[in-house]
Every structure is written in structure tokens, then in C-alpha cells.
């Protein structure tokens, strides 16, 4: 029972198999990148490589699994995609046990990995609109999210202590057994899940070209969800892009340590922890339209910021603080956001606008990060982090406005 709302045991199995793969993934957080510097001794095009390619590739192959996704259990396929990913970093640290790990290998696991969240993501989403009534489903995205903000607190100092003690192998295996939890966990849901209606579709027919399409179609028809789509994919493209710049500028010119630098960004993390906390109160006082308006408005106001940092514990402070405010903002937001979509997607399209928004997104921080990666080899990293701050500040014009007509249009979506 959460604020009257009752989510049910299966929602505590699908939670519980959630926080196990969540974990799991942070603990082993830059694993193959770790692999491919520490025992490949790839360089920096290589590694840079891995994250994108496995990254842009991985979404690609993930397309034209949401329409097969929308039309099957979504239970099994959740179970079958966390033993693909466990299979797939099971491979790689059997490759490393008999000295037979290559780069190719690396790649190859990190593209089935990336295709593997996308469609996991896509089926439980769709899970969780079915198991959860609609005046529960923010409290639950709220759990989700606050689920994964003490994941990436926790995971990242576990993993690192792992690697230290058992070697740089161990967390690829901590993630493969955190997918056969989730699997348990998924496999341990009891309520009967109906096979999903084909309309005006025979038994076995396979997926039409233009299903490909329906998620995008979906989401660029839809009046409040296409301005929360461009402004969602906008905002994490021009945060992420500027990621690596800033771990240029911190580690090199500015001479921050590792530790330093790691400091920096997970101590904040607290606050999306915080933030996916209030996001439910928030909303039973203000209304989910005002808080998706000002925490969009807020979270875009902060990255801004970073242009101003310099060295010393004056400026590790400062860049705690912009992401603390930044991350809190978004822990508001994003539970909010998943609530709102959930109910603006009718059930026979939710596998497919989940895997579109999904395939959107990384394809948008992959093109964004190489364009802003360009930009700081011509103008220096704190110029191009300075410029995507001032383009954030222009994303709250793409939220949506008219609370009355959101509302009418959730009413015909649930």
C-alpha cells in the first residue's frame, strides 16, 4: 500500500527483478571499457568506439524487436532478454578465463547487450502499464526511479572494490548474475498475463514494415506526448554530449584527481534519489502538468553552470552543486514523464513507442556527443559545454502547455 494506492505483489516482483539488474549494471558500470584499456591495451578510438558503436548498433538491431515485442507475452520476453544479457557477459568472462578475449568479442557482447536493454525496457514498461492501475503507476515509477539513483550511487564504489580485489572480470560476472535474478524475479510474477490481441492480424503473421514505424507515429501525433518526446531527447543529448568534455577539462587543464573527478558525480546522485521521492507529493499538490513544467524548466537551467568551473575545492564544489540541483530536478521529472507516457500510449502500442523513444534517445546522444566532440577540437571543451548550456536553456519551449487538454487526453488513453 503506497498513499492508498495498492501496487500488488507481482508489482513487488517486478520491482525486486528491477533492483537486481539495476544493481548489477551499475556495479559493472564501464566494465568493457575497463576491459578493453586494462587487458586488450586499446586506446582512446578504440574505447571510444566500443561505447558508441555497441551504443548506435545495439539500437538498430533493437527496432524491429518492439513491434514482435507488442504482439507476444511480455513476461517471457522479459526473462528471454535477461538471459541473453546474462549469456552474453558470460562469454566474455569465459573468453577472459582462457585468454581468448578480443576487441571484436567486447564489441559484439556490447551491441547485444544494448539491444537487449532496449527491448527489455520496451516489454516492461508495457509489464507494469498492466499490472499497475493508473493511480499507481507514478508511485511506482517513482520506486523505479529512486531504485536506480541508489543503484548508481551504490554500484560504481562496489564494482571498483571488486575490481581491486578479484580483478577487472568480476563485476562482468556480478552483472550476469544479477540478470538471472531479474529473470527469477520476473519468472516469480503469479498473475495470469493474456496474449496480446493481433488486430486485423492472422496468428503468426510477422512484423509489417510499417510497424516499425507506429511507436514514431504514435508519438509525433500525439499532442502532449511529441513536445515531451523532442524536449526529453534534446535535453539528455546536450547533458550526455557534454560528458565526456568535461571529464577532458576536469582531468587534464584543470588537474582534478580521479577520485576527484568520480567524487563529483556520485555524491549528487543522492539527489535524484530525493527528487524521485518528492516527485509523487509534488504532484498530489501542484498537479502532474505543473510539476512536469517546472522540474523540465528547472533541470534545463543548471548545465550552464559548468562553463564557470576551475581548480581547486572551490570548483569541485561548484560542479557538485550544478549537478546536485541538476540531478534532483531530473529524479522529479523523470518518474513523472514515465507516469504521463504510460497513459497517453494505448496498451496494443506501448512495446513499440517505448522501443522508438529508446532508439531516438541513443541514436540522439551518439550523433550529439560526435558533433560536440568536433566542436571542442575547434573551439576548446569549455566553449562547446558553455554553448550546449545556453541551447538547454531554450528546451523548456518544447514542454507542453494546456493542462486541461492533457488531461482530456489522458482520460481517452487509460
Given at each position: 500500500?503506497?498513499?492508498?494506492?495498492?501496487?500488488?505483489?507481482?508489482?513487488?516482483?517486478?520491482?525486486?527483478?528491477?533492483?537486481?539488474?539495476?544493481?548489477?549494471?551499475?556495479?559493472?558500470?564501464?566494465?568493457?571499457?575497463?576491459?578493453?584499456?586494462?587487458?586488450?591495451?586499446?586506446?582512446?578510438?578504440?574505447?571510444?568506439?566500443?561505447?558508441?558503436?555497441?551504443?548506435?548498433?545495439?539500437?538498430?538491431?533493437?527496432?524491429?524487436?518492439g513491434?514482435?515485442?507488442?504482439?507476444?507475452?511480455?513476461?517471457?520476453?522479459?526473462?528471454?532478454?535477461?538471459?541473453?544479457r546474462?549469456?552474453a557477459?558470460?562469454?566474455?568472462?569465459?573468453?577472459?578465463?582462457?585468454?581468448?578475449?578480443?576487441?571484436?568479442?567486447l564489441l559484439?557482447?556490447?551491441?547485444?547487450?544494448?539491444?537487449a536493454?532496449?527491448?527489455?525496457?520496451?516489454?516492461?514498461?508495457?509489464?507494469?502499464?498492466?499490472?499497475?492501475?493508473?493511480?499507481?503507476?507514478?508511485?511506482?515509477?517513482?520506486?523505479?526511479?529512486?531504485?536506480?539513483?541508489?543503484?548508481?550511487?551504490?554500484?560504481?564504489?562496489?564494482g571498483?572494490?571488486?575490481?581491486?580485489?578479484?580483478?577487472?572480470?568480476?563485476?562482468?560476472?556480478?552483472?550476469?548474475?544479477?540478470?538471472?535474478?531479474?529473470?527469477?524475479?520476473?519468472?516469480?510474477i503469479?498473475?495470469?498475463?493474456?496474449?496480446?490481441?493481433?488486430?486485423?492480424?492472422?496468428?503468426?503473421?510477422?512484423?509489417?514494415?510499417?510497424?516499425?514505424?507506429?511507436?514514431?507515429?504514435?508519438?509525433?501525433?500525439?499532442?502532449?506526448?511529441?513536445?515531451?518526446?523532442?524536449?526529453?531527447?534534446?535535453?539528455?543529448?546536450?547533458?550526455?554530449?557534454?560528458?565526456?568534455?568535461?571529464?577532458?577539462?576536469?582531468?587534464?587543464?584543470?588537474?582534478?584527481?580521479?577520485?576527484?573527478?568520480?567524487?563529483?558525480?556520485?555524491?549528487?546522485?543522492l539527489?535524484?534519489?530525493?527528487?524521485?521521492?518528492?516527485?509523487?507529493?509534488?504532484?498530489?499538490?501542484?498537479?502532474?502538468?505543473?510539476?512536469?513544467?517546472?522540474?523540465?524548466?528547472?533541470?534545463?537551467?543548471?548545465?550552464?553552470?559548468l562553463?564557470?568551473?576551475?581548480?581547486?575545492?572551490?570548483?569541485?564544489?561548484?560542479?557538485?552543486?550544478?549537478?546536485?540541483?541538476?540531478?534532483?530536478?531530473?529524479?522529479?521529472?523523470?518518474?513523472?514523464?514515465?507516469?504521463?507516457?504510460?497513459?497517453?500510449?494505448?496498451?496494443?502500442?506501448?512495446?513499440?513507442?517505448?522501443?522508438?523513444?529508446?532508439?531516438?534517445?541513443?541514436?540522439?546522444?551518439?550523433?550529439?556527443?560526435?558533433?560536440?566532440?568536433?566542436?571542442?577540437?575547434?573551439?576548446?571543451?569549455?566553449?562547446?559545454?558553455?554553448?550546449?548550456?545556453?541551447?538547454?536553456?531554450?528546451?523548456?519551449?518544447?514542454?507542453?502547455?494546456?493542462?486541461?487538454?492533457?488531461?482530456?487526453?489522458?482520460?481517452?488513453?487509460?
Amino acid at each position: 500500500m503506497a498513499g492508498g494506492v495498492s501496487l500488488g505483489r507481482d508489482f513487488g516482483w517486478l520491482w525486486a527483478a528491477y533492483a537486481a539488474g539495476t544493481l548489477g549494471t551499475w556495479v559493472a558500470f564501464n566494465a568493457f571499457p575497463l576491459l578493453a584499456i586494462t587487458v586488450l591495451h586499446k586506446g582512446s578510438a578504440e574505447v571510444a568506439a566500443l561505447a558508441a558503436v555497441g551504443a548506435a548498433v545495439g539500437a538498430a538491431v533493437a527496432l524491429p524487436l518492439g513491434p514482435w515485442v507488442e504482439f507476444r507475452r511480455k513476461r517471457p520476453v522479459m526473462v528471454a532478454m535477461d538471459l541473453v544479457r546474462c549469456a552474453a557477459m558470460l562469454s566474455v568472462a569465459a573468453a577472459y578465463a582462457l585468454d581468448r578475449l578480443g576487441f571484436f568479442q567486447l564489441l559484439v557482447a556490447s551491441v547485444v547487450v544494448a539491444a537487449a536493454d532496449i527491448t527489455f525496457g520496451a516489454a516492461s514498461g508495457a509489464c507494469l502499464k498492466a499490472l499497475v492501475p493508473a493511480e499507481g503507476r507514478l508511485v511506482a515509477q517513482a520506486r523505479l526511479e529512486s531504485t536506480m539513483w541508489t543503484a548508481t550511487v551504490l554500484g560504481p564504489p562496489l564494482g571498483g572494490a571488486l575490481v581491486a580485489l578479484l580483478g577487472p572480470v568480476a563485476t562482468v560476472l556480478v552483472d550476469a548474475l544479477s540478470y538471472l535474478l531479474s529473470a527469477a524475479g520476473i519468472r516469480a510474477i503469479k498473475g495470469r498475463e493474456p496474449r496480446p490481441a493481433r488486430k486485423g492480424r492472422r496468428e503468426g503473421s510477422g512484423v509489417r514494415a510499417g510497424d516499425l514505424l507506429e511507436g514514431w507515429r504514435h508519438i509525433l501525433a500525439q499532442p502532449v506526448l511529441r513536445p515531451l518526446f523532442l524536449n526529453s531527447v534534446l535535453v539528455n543529448g546536450l547533458i550526455m554530449a557534454t560528458a565526456p568534455l568535461l571529464a577532458v577539462l576536469m582531468l587534464g587543464p584543470l588537474g582534478f584527481a580521479p577520485w576527484q573527478y568520480g567524487l563529483a558525480f556520485a555524491v549528487p546522485c543522492l539527489g535524484g534519489l530525493v527528487g524521485s521521492r518528492l516527485s509523487r507529493p509534488l504532484v498530489a499538490r501542484y498537479g502532474r502538468h505543473r510539476v512536469l513544467r517546472t522540474s523540465g524548466v528547472l533541470r534545463a537551467c543548471w548545465p550552464v553552470g559548468l562553463v564557470l568551473v576551475h581548480p581547486g575545492v572551490t570548483g569541485l564544489a561548484l560542479v557538485m552543486a550544478v549537478e546536485l540541483a541538476l540531478i534532483t530536478c531530473a529524479g522529479v521529472f523523470t518518474p513523472v514523464l514515465a507516469a504521463h507516457r504510460l497513459d497517453l500510449t494505448p496498451t496494443d502500442r506501448v512495446a513499440r513507442t517505448l522501443t522508438a523513444w529508446s532508439v531516438t534517445a541513443k541514436a540522439s546522444v551518439a550523433a550529439l556527443t560526435a558533433l560536440w566532440g568536433l566542436l571542442a577540437a575547434a573551439v576548446g571543451p569549455r566553449a562547446a559545454i558553455g554553448l550546449a548550456g545556453v541551447l538547454l536553456l531554450a528546451t523548456p519551449l518544447l514542454l507542453p502547455r494546456g493542462e486541461a487538454r492533457t488531461r482530456a487526453i489522458v482520460d481517452t488513453c487509460k
